[in-house]
């Protein structure tokens, strides 16, 4: 899987972006997702990432991790690759967006390191850009034993 990474912070260190890509690219294989698929991780300040919070979701306050998955469709939206053309071009799963300094929050709040809340937010990410939801009692149920599973099976326990 490609992923491309943006840091708007500058402070991501290039261990925790490898990190996160390592995980990742375990997450794609537990998923058996194709190698020719694409993503993007930004990482983001509060600020940048309340804007998108409030310009996407209504809600102007940060949070600390947001995914706009392409394959997603609302209502009355077209399909960004048409069927006829998806052969010709990598699948494109999206893009994550973490707050930095809300994963360093957080990981102070939950007790445990930056580099565990990092990849809890990225594989939650991940899971969104593939369908995945907490929005009902059995979604949230399936979505987050998966991402505990995945965060297990790769090492990176609580």
Do not use: C, W
């Not at 919070?53 to 469709?73: M, W």
């Not at 939206?77 to 052969?87: R, T």
């Not at 990410?125 to 297990?152: A, C, R």
């Amino acid at each position: 899987m490609d992923i491309t990474f943006i840091d708007e912070t500058n402070k991501v260190s290039k261990e925790n972006v490898n990190e996160v890509e390592n995980l990742l690219q375990f997450a794609a294989g537990f998923l058996e997702i194709s190698e020719d698929t694409e993503m993007s991780v930004t990482f983001m300040d509060n600020k940048g990432i309340q804007v998108i919070n409030r310009d996407y979701r209504g809600k102007d306050q940060p949070t600390d991790v947001i995914s706009f998955a392409l394959e997603e469709e609302g209502e009355e939206e077209l399909p960004i690759i048409f069927e006829d053309e998806a052969e010709l071009f990598p699948r494109n799963l999206g893009d994550i967006m973490i707050s930095i300094e809300r994963a360093n929050e957080q990981a102070i709040d939950y007790g445990h390191s930056f580099e565990r809340e990092l990849g809890f937010l990225a594989v939650h990410g991940f899971l969104h850009l593939n369908g995945y939801d907490h929005m009902e009692p059995e979604d949230e149920k399936e979505m987050f034993g998966l991402q505990k599973e995945i965060l297990n099976a790769y090492g990176l326990k609580r």
